[in-house]
């Protein structure tokens, strides 16, 4: 079925999730590693496409702008997870069925029949995963294709760009995020998203911890803007929070006649206005006579070095909006009537019970009735149409119509808030009916329809505690980076001197180099660490990273000296490579020297 375009609209709405695990296949099962993405595949990602299906079957779309991130792909597509996946839902089932005769024959004909429903559920699953051939990835693909979603790209391994270490690496980042996303999509990106919406501007930088094991501090630098890094791979736009809006310096472009977006700073004085203006007929340049007020409900280009030629824009997050629907307090998933994530009926790990209340402890939820809780999806689904509308009502009038640009972490839906997917698919259908003047959009579409005219110089910040880098660097977590830094300097200086470039085992060498600085690089593990969700898993994954580098470096360095390596050596690289086996094409090239533009 052909799904319509949005009908004209006062004003859009856009979805973003955004899809990421870090890389846990090889690398444990329970009650972290390869389990975390069963999870979220049969909580999370098939329902999502689930959801998807439903609205294409009648022919709706949510116009969703999804990111589904490089690391997240190669997971997805490798053969362990295809294989183990099936294993991980078959015992669910089970555990479900188990549950259902100790219920019964414990006379609880609730808790029997809520079994049966995670019987269903899980039935639903391995159908679905048979259904796409064991290919979640082309379950989106094909709604990407019929442009009913928009799939965006992410950094390689999520890394935390305003804390990498080197252009370098930043920009290996995401030249492997976008060629991951051409391999498993079969199309360029058109944007990305920023990890943890991390964004750094140009600038002398210096290293904020010393190299490890040493006082030694690295040389400061002139550091490229990451709206640079993405412009040079030619993305569109990315996503940043709402205090980046708020702290910006505004500009706005001139030589309209030209098509360059080249920016000047608004002028506060008539003097500075002579003094700053570019050369140029007068018609050509436009002043405003006051500073125009920052909105969040459109989008802008990034002020920066590649302002002038290929400008990158961004969507800024809507305040008013997220806290409703993220907040475990505050938002939907705190609704006494939805499924508690935290209380779990073990050995099977079924939930029986409901929030209740966010005040209440684990011994005093209640039981959970699936039909009640589904229900409650669609008066939220209402509240939340209603809410976007009276975001943006007073912006209806405006020349270019306004956009509310809602992200949020995929695994939000489903996995943390169970009924999220369902929810989702009400707020779709509501935004669909005639009556309501806002339409669903996804953020491609709409900078096709409404290119940015204003430019923001951004400062420094992430979506983390505060709006800053504390998440990642602080007390806990500082001294990775002691690590990584000394590892991305290493790399860049064995790429530059391209002895490497044999074709055959000085690349596969320097491949694996470079796939172990990625993960080293994976911002999930400062994020495990500061949070304490999963401490000592990240810190022991971590440990393994680094060790694996060191590992794989000193047999760079036998076959720098030698031209070969000794057979211990080499059966232990082939052992490194099954284990940390993603981004196959990697180019190593993309960590040589490159001098800033």
Same mark, same amino acid.
């Given at each position: ?7 004209? &609209? ?13 890389? =846990? *296949? ?14 979220? &595949? ?7 496409? #689930? ?9 709706? &779309? ?68 048979? &259904? ?42 995401? @030249? *492997? ?31 904020? =911890? ?97 302002? @002038? ?45 409901? *929030? ?31 809410? =976007? ?46 009556? =309501? ?97 999963? @401490? ?56 040589? #020297?490159?001098?800033?533009?």
């Amino acid at each position: 079925m052909t799904i319509p375009a949005p009908k004209t &609209a006062y004003g859009y709405m856009s979805f973003t999730l955004h899809a990421h695990l870090p890389y =846990v *296949v090889n690398h444990g099962t329970w009650p972290h590693g390869l389990e975390w993405l069963h999870e979220a &595949a049969a909580e999370t990602y098939l329902p999502l496409l #689930r959801t998807l299906r439903n609205l294409e079957r009648d022919g709706l &779309a949510m116009h969703a702008t999804i990111n589904l991130s490089p690391i997240l792909l190669e997971q997805l597509a490798h053969p362990v997870f295809k294989a183990e996946f099936p294993k991980y839902v078959e015992r669910k089932i089970l555990a479900a069925r188990e549950d259902e005769a100790f219920f019964a024959q414990s006379g609880d004909g609730h808790f029997a029949e809520t079994a049966r429903f995670w019987q269903r559920y899980y039935e639903q699953a391995l159908a679905d995963f048979a &259904a796409l051939g064991a290919d979640i990835i082309s379950g989106f693909r094909h709604f990407n294709d019929k442009g009913l979603i928009e799939i965006i790209t992410c950094c390689a391994t999520h890394g935390y760009n305003p804390l990498l270490g080197t252009d370098e690496s930043v920009r290996a980042q995401v @030249r *492997v995020g976008v060629a991951t996303h051409k391999k498993h999509i079969g199309r360029a990106p058109r944007g990305i998203w920023a990890p943890e919406c991390g964004y750094r501007p140009a600038g002398f930088w210096n290293y904020p =911890v010393p190299a490890a094991g040493t006082n030694e501090i690295y040389p400061a630098f002139d550091r490229i803007g990451l709206e640079q890094a993405f412009a040079e791979s030619e993305l569109d736009y990315f996503f940043v929070d709402t205090h980046l809006i708020e702290e910006s310096m505004i500009y706005t472009p001139y030589r309209m006649d030209t098509g360059l977006f080249t920016p000047y700073k608004i002028p506060t004085s008539e003097d500075d206005a002579d003094r700053d203006a570019p050369k140029g007929s007068p018609k050509d340049i436009i002043f405003e006579e006051s500073q125009p007020q920052r909105s969040f409900y459109q989008p802008y280009f990034v002020e920066g070095t590649y302002a @002038r030629t290929r400008p990158c824009a961004i969507f800024p997050r809507d305040p008013r909006t997220g806290l409703q629907v993220w907040s475990g307090e505050l938002g939907y998933p705190g609704d006494g009537n939805y499924l508690d994530f935290h209380k779990k009926r073990w050995p099977g790990g079924h939930r029986y019970w409901e *929030v209740t209340s966010s005040k209440v402890g684990l011994g005093d939820k209640q039981p959970y009735h699936p039909q009640i809780a589904a229900n409650r999806t669609r008066e939220h689904a209402e509240h939340f149409v209603s809410l =976007v509308c009276d975001a943006l009502r007073s912006s209806f009038d405006e020349k270019t119509p306004p956009i509310l640009s809602s992200p949020f972490d995929a695994e939000l839906f489903g996995h943390w808030w169970f009924e999220g997917p369902l929810w989702l698919e009400h707020v779709a259908r509501a935004f669909a009916r005639d009556e =309501v003047p806002v339409k669903l959009i996804n953020c491609t579409d709409y900078f096709d329809k409404f290119p940015p005219h204003g430019f923001l110089e951004l400062p420094e910040g992430s979506w983390g505690k505060n709006g800053t880098d504390e998440v990642w660097m602080n007390a806990d977590t500082s001294w990775t980076w002691t690590h990584i830094y000394a590892a991305e300097i290493a790399l860049r200086n064995i790429a530059s001197d391209g002895k490497w470039r044999d074709g055959a085992l000085g690349e596969r060498i320097m491949k694996q180099l470079c796939r172990e600085l990625l993960l080293l690089e994976s911002s999930d593990w400062q994020f495990l660490i500061t949070t304490q969700a999963a @401490r000592d898993y990240a810190e022991e994954r971590f440990a393994t990273h680094q060790d694996l580098f060191r590992e794989v470096l000193e047999m760079w360095r036998q076959f720098e000296m030698t031209g070969t390596l000794k057979p211990d050596f080499d059966e232990r690289l082939a052992e490194i490579e099954l284990r940390d086996s993603i981004f196959a094409e990697i180019d190593p090239s993309l960590w040589a #020297r490159q001098e800033s533009k």
